[in-house]
């Protein structure tokens, strides 16, 4: 199986930036994808971007130019560089990655979250 923990969450002004990271452990085979997603209240989860292994990105349009997604192969970590934060990304984020188990087979693991608040 595959933990993923999420830390770097908490609460900010407009403007300001929060870094985002996630570490995956347990038993895996490979890690493929790894992404950060959100979820405001009331509202559905959505992507907020996304890396391959191979490191080619995307972003929600709602982010593109304000948060910078990467990641470490060597610790299987992901991160989520964030600035110019505004009060409209204040949600729950949380970390996926898709991975191959041990008996080959893909498994899809979600992390516990992270509140980021932005205040105005």
């Known amino acids: 199986q595959v933990q993923l923990v999420e830390s770097g969450g908490g609460l900010v002004q407009a403007g300001g930036s929060l870094r985002l990271s996630c570490a995956a452990s347990?038993?895996?085979?490979?890690?493929?994808?790894m992404g950060w997603y959100r979820q405001a209240p009331k509202k559905q989860r959505e992507l907020v971007a996304v890396?391959?292994?191979?490191?080619?990105?995307n972003y929600a349009d709602s982010v593109k130019g304000r948060f910078t997604i990467s990641r470490d192969n060597a610790k299987n970590t992901v991160y989520l560089q964030m600035n110019s934060l505004k009060p409209e990304d204040t949600a729950v984020y949380y970390c996926?990655?898709?991975?191959?188990?041990?008996?080959?087979?893909?498994?899809?693991?979600w992390g516990q979250g992270t509140q980021v608040t932005v205040s105005s």
């Open positions: 347990g038993s895996f085979f490979r890690i493929n994808a």
């Open positions: 996926n990655a898709n991975a191959v188990d041990v008996r080959f087979l893909p498994v899809d693991a």
């Open positions: 890396i391959t292994s191979g490191g080619s990105t």
